[in-house]
């Protein structure tokens, strides 16, 4: 049995070095390529830690909803029993998610997240999907049609989490290509070979002069193999 743990946090805002804590955790379970109904989802009491205007509008959690729920201290147990030794993905996860709950259950004494355990599909994604230019969640779900309506008036992270659960199985059912240089040859090899067919678009042939071919020839080889 294959089991990977797709999860996502909201928070009182993005400096958790400084102060800034844990307000929400929600997370997905995959098993066998199969999204579960075994999910996790916990709001936590910031303890006093007061959470900015511009957050709120991210997420529309107030500190008055969250007075009468538990703190990290008892969250984060749970947390930590229902993901077990399973891999666990995060988008930017690297950058934030991991290093965020982390250093909440560092605070507490407790165990933390291993980096063997941690995966980024943020990563995945611009190793895989070159062609795209942006790689935040929306736009990777918009890319494989995963619906947004969920989130349409804020931020969630049990909401957000199922997003990137069924956006992490896309990920994973696409080739990787294993270096850039290979995803150039690629579309410059298709370029050359595939003629213009939609409309009235007859299909032509130039003798290219030697000297601009031999130019076309090493301008690929330097992006290709560039010189160190």
Do not use: W
């Amino acid at each position: 049995m294959s089991r990977i743990i797709c999860f996502d946090i909201e928070s009182t805002g993005l400096d958790y070095m400084h102060g800034d804590r844990c307000i929400e955790i929600g997370a997905v379970e995959i098993i066998d390529n199969k999204i579960t109904d075994n999910s996790f989802h916990e709001y936590i009491n910031p303890e006093g830690k007061v959470i900015p205007p511009e957050s709120y509008m991210v997420h529309k959690i107030s500190n008055a909803f969250l007075e009468d729920k538990p703190t990290m201290a008892v969250v984060g147990p749970k947390f930590l029993e229902y993901i077990g030794d399973s891999p666990i993905v995060a988008h930017n996860g690297l950058d934030f998610d991991f290093p965020f709950v982390n250093k909440e259950l560092s605070n507490l004494g407790l165990k933390q997240i291993p980096r063997e355990q941690m995966i980024d599909s943020l990563v995945i994604a611009r190793n895989r999907l070159y062609q795209l230019k942006v790689f935040n969640l929306d736009a990777l779900a918009k890319y494989f049609g995963v619906s947004l309506t969920a989130r349409a008036d804020a931020h969630g992270a049990l909401i957000d989490s199922e997003i990137l659960a069924n956006v992490y199985l896309e990920l994973e059912k696409t080739d990787q290509v294993e270096d850039i240089k290979d995803y150039i040859k690629k579309q410059h090899e298709a370029f050359l070979n595939t003629p213009k067919t939609n409309g009235d678009f007859p299909i032509r042939h130039f003798d290219i002069p030697a000297d601009e071919l031999q130019i076309h020839e090493e301008f690929m080889d330097n992006l290709l193999n560039p010189k160190k």
